[in-house]
């Protein structure tokens, strides 16, 4: 028997066994994910330019413009610019983007944001990192320079205000948000024109549909002159302003002797003049050959023209102005400028020092100690109290110098990886150590200055070559994986691997096309095979015998690719049914008799009716008539009955020639009146051979009860006449009375009816004595009602009489004001509240602190 120990060393050995296979399935399912997410980004990225590609000539469709233009916008649909430089991954035509209003790229919203919130975020904590200020070397404080936020686009470093991070998604002219994916429509575009004014300033609008980057060039046409104004009006394109023709200018130039031999320009843009001319000095003793365009020029002799003293002459260089005062009738002075002189002729004699302190203002504000002396004063050299760059120590030290302190500074760089380390540090530097981080496409560097966020794109470049050779395309390092095929354009060499003959096609990555032409093999049946080609065929092979270890363990598929088996016959080909009421085409293995579901219609001995049974076997399929397998018929008679008869015949079917019986159904109806109940058979009225006419006596004999009809006419009185069908006549001799009214009912009148027919009267008249009972009756009423008045304010009278005389008159009483103690327990429930509303505002408080 095997210990227990035994079988614990055995339970961890299968355990460790069981984990590794797990491993090792794990690590295969990653790297089939791996795979299938990478086909999924390739196939994604290469839709989404080829879409881009297909519909980019539908925005230029009616444009006439520059083709550079036009160029110019295609590239931002080549597949380089569609990646995000942010996440460096591929923009999608479905995805949320924003475009630059300078380079016009496009990102991912989210990213965008991101970026903008993130470096904001960044300039604003080392910001605040910085001291509030410093000292200058004059002991002045100087604060902290307020921070302007800012963001800036990742390619271009075009500098956005912090109000401007976008928040919705829009269409490149900015019309449409959040617009809808359409099929037709180049992606992130709303199809409507793009209507941005251009920036030529011409006045008119971009009239192509919504695109990306810069509008092209104007291409509406305008009327004008050149520019000489010598020819006539031409019409140009808007966006070329202007043309030349070539006839020359021929103006006359600023020398005022030759013309202008340039081509056709603008007016005052005549070039310098290009001859040579001779031409006098400003004093007039030498002359010499100039360009034109030089008015005049200056000789090398002294002027030595007498000055206004008539003592000294000018001693400049040849001169065309005045040659001004003389230099020595000035007033003069020492060199500190306290001893001042004036003289009343020209005296060559100047001040010397006069020995008395400078007392000069220096640039410092303090005053020069030295001796009245020559030239610019020396440096401050007062002590005074300053304090170093950063802020540290303080001490007194001369008033030129800068105090620099051997701090060094611990401060982060702008990439928050390194410190300063720099001795007195204001305003630490920007990082100068290279970043050195491998780019996201694995094989280089970044060789930027170190720096905060995530690295640019690499920007050496990979040639992809496609698989027969011929074409290859320069791509993006790291992207040769989304560029597997660089679209070459010759045919692919690869023989195929069925029977049938390839079609041709472009060069590609992997297998050929799956043939899709029909097999067209012979089947035993004589038919030839319809399916699509079965030669070679991708099939998943498993393992059937595979037993799991556990959940995770899965079986191992095998892909292999093989010829299968063809397939039943499906050529159709015509069957009748049992009844041979119809062929129809079935497939050729399925091909048999079977009936049709419809009904056999054949016609049975009693001429009325057909088979009902559904459809069966018979043995002539070209006859109508009953077969031996068809039905007798058991059905009532269907012959057509008398118009209004409606009971069926009591005959069982019967041939048409034999007529039915007579109808003896008792009918049972209402006389014309309603008042009784009539019997008559069925066949004494609805006979067959009779008109209508005589029809309706019979049923007036059989419906008449001979009372009296129980109808009333219009006015309400009952009819005179016997029971009749119809409406009741002799309505106009109604002469029954009549009781009228009038409208107080105090007037009463007894009239026969056509009286009251004929003068249209429903109401009597008032007259005097009607009026009279009324007033009569308004007084009475008054009456009633003054008296009932009276009998209230007695009897109150009366009440509050013998309450005074049981109760006296009411006495007011003062009343007395109460004061209630607060009770110890009303006094600990406001203190236990008032605990608990401090201890709530301190959490609080705390989470918005710490958290911000």
């Not at 971009?206 to 509008?215: A, S, V």
């Not at 120590?393 to 701090?407: A, H, V």
């Not at 608990?836 to 505002?841: A, D, H, K, Y």
Request: hydrophobic content about 20%; overall charge positive; aromatic content about 6%.
């Amino acid at each position: 028997m095997p210990s227990t120990k035994d079988k614990g060393i055995k339970a961890q050995k299968g355990n460790k066994k069981q984990h590794a296979n797990f491993e090792e399935i794990q690590k295969k399912n990653m790297e089939l994910l791996k795979d299938r997410v990478m086909q999924i980004d390739s196939s994604d990225d290469e839709d989404s330019s080829r879409v881009g590609k297909e519909k980019i000539a539908s925005l230029f469709k009616n444009y006439q413009g520059n083709e550079n233009d036009v160029a110019r916008i295609q590239q931002y649909f080549d597949g380089e610019n569609l990646d995000c430089l942010i996440c460096i991954r591929s923009v999608k035509a479905k995805d949320r983007i924003w475009n630059c209003g300078t380079c016009y790229l496009s990102f991912h919203l989210l990213c965008i944001q991101k970026w903008a919130n993130d470096s904001m975020n960044l300039k604003k904590l080392w910001h605040d990192n910085q001291p509030n200020g410093y000292y200058d070397n004059q002991g002045n404080y100087i604060r902290k320079k307020e921070l302007k936020l800012f963001w800036d686009c990742p390619a271009c470093r075009h500098e956005y205000l912090d109000n401007e991070i976008p928040r919705e998604y829009s269409c490149y002219c900015g019309k449409e948000i959040n617009p809808d994916y359409q099929d037709w429509l180049v992606p992130h575009s709303c199809g409507m024109m793009c209507q941005k004014p251009l920036e030529t300033l011409c006045g008119h609008k971009c009239t192509i549909l919504c695109h990306p980057g810069k509008c092209p060039s104007c291409p509406q046409t305008i009327q004008t002159s050149c520019k000489c104004g010598k020819s006539p009006i031409k019409t140009i394109r808007c966006s070329q302003k202007s043309w030349n023709c070539s006839q020359k200018c021929s103006k006359l130039l600023s020398c005022g002797v030759h013309k202008c031999s340039g081509v056709c320009h603008g007016p005052n843009e005549c070039p310098p003049c290009k001859e040579k001319s001779v031409k006098k000095c400003h004093c007039g003793n030498k002359s010499k050959e100039i360009k034109c365009e030089q008015l005049s020029w200056s000789c090398d002799k002294v002027c030595n023209k007498p000055l206004s003293c008539g003592i000294h002459v000018c001693d400049k260089k040849c001169h065309g102005n005045d040659c001004g005062d003389c230099k020595y009738g000035l007033e003069r002075s020492c060199f500190c400028g306290k001893q001042k002189v004036t003289v009343s002729k020209c005296d060559e004699s100047s001040l010397d020092s006069c020995g008395d302190t400078c007392l000069k203002q220096l640039p410092c504000g303090h005053i020069c100690l030295s001796r009245c002396h020559k030239g610019d004063c020396d440096t401050c050299k007062e002590q005074v109290e300053k304090k170093c760059r950063c802020g540290v120590i303080t001490k007194l030290y001369p008033c030129s110098k800068e105090l620099l302190c051997e701090t060094k500074c611990n401060s982060q760089k702008s990439c928050k990886k390194h410190s300063c380390k720099s001795k007195c540090c204001v305003e630490c530097a920007p990082c100068s150590i290279v970043c050195g981080k491998v780019l996201a496409c694995g094989r280089h560097k970044c060789d930027a200055l170190c720096h905060s966020g995530n690295c640019y794109p690499c920007n050496e470049r990979q040639k992809v070559t496609c698989r027969c050779g011929a074409t290859s395309v320069s791509v993006r390092c790291g992207k040769a994986n989304k560029y597997k095929n660089p679209n070459c354009k010759e045919t692919c060499k690869v023989p195929s691997k069925c029977h049938h003959e390839s079609k041709p096609h472009y060069c590609h990555i992997g297998d050929c096309p799956i043939c899709r032409q029909i097999c067209d093999e012979p089947l035993k049946c004589g038919h030839k095979c319809l399916d699509t080609c079965h030669d070679y065929v991708r099939t998943v092979i498993k393992d059937k015998n595979f037993v799991p270890a556990g959940p995770w363990d899965v079986p191992e598929e095998r892909i292999e690719y093989r010829k299968l088996p063809h397939s039943s016959c499906k050529t159709k080909v015509p069957v009748n049914c049992l009844g041979g009421h119809e062929v129809i085409q079935m497939n050729c293995y399925e091909a048999r008799v079977t009936s049709c579901g419809r009904k056999c219609n054949r016609k049975l001995p009693c001429g009325n009716h057909t088979c009902q049974k559904d459809c069966h076997e018979v043995t002539d399929l070209n006859s109508d008539l009953q077969d031996e397998n068809c039905e007798d018929c058991e059905l009532p008679c269907v012959k057509e009955r008398p118009k209004y008869c409606s009971h069926p015949c009591t005959r069982s079917c019967h041939v048409p020639e034999k007529p039915c019986k007579k109808c003896i159904v008792q009918i049972k109806a209402k006389c014309f009146c309603g008042l009784s109940d009539a019997y008559y058979r069925c066949c004494d009225v609805n006979k067959r051979d009779i008109d209508e006419e005589t029809r309706q006596a019979l049923l007036e004999k059989y419906l008449c009860c001979g009372a009296k009809c129980m109808k009333t006419y219009a006015c309400g009185h009952q009819c005179t006449n016997i029971c009749h069908p119809g409406i009741c006549k002799g309505a106009e001799n109604c002469r029954k009375k009549v009781k009228l009214m009038c409208s107080c009912k105090t007037r009463k009148a007894d009239l026969t009816c056509d009286k009251v027919r004929a003068e249209n009267i429903t109401i009597l008249e008032c007259n005097d004595e009607c009026e009279e009972k009324r007033k009569q009756i308004e007084e009475e009423n008054q009456r009633k009602i003054l008296k009932q008045k009276q009998l209230e304010e007695e009897k109150n009278r009366k009440e509050l009489e013998e309450y005074e005389k049981k109760f006296g008159p009411k006495k007011y009483k003062e009343r007395k004001q109460r004061y209630v103690e607060e009770k110890k327990s009303d006094m600990k429930l406001k203190i236990a509240i008032a605990s608990g509303i401090f201890l709530v505002i301190s959490v609080v408080l705390y989470f918005i602190f710490f958290n911000n």
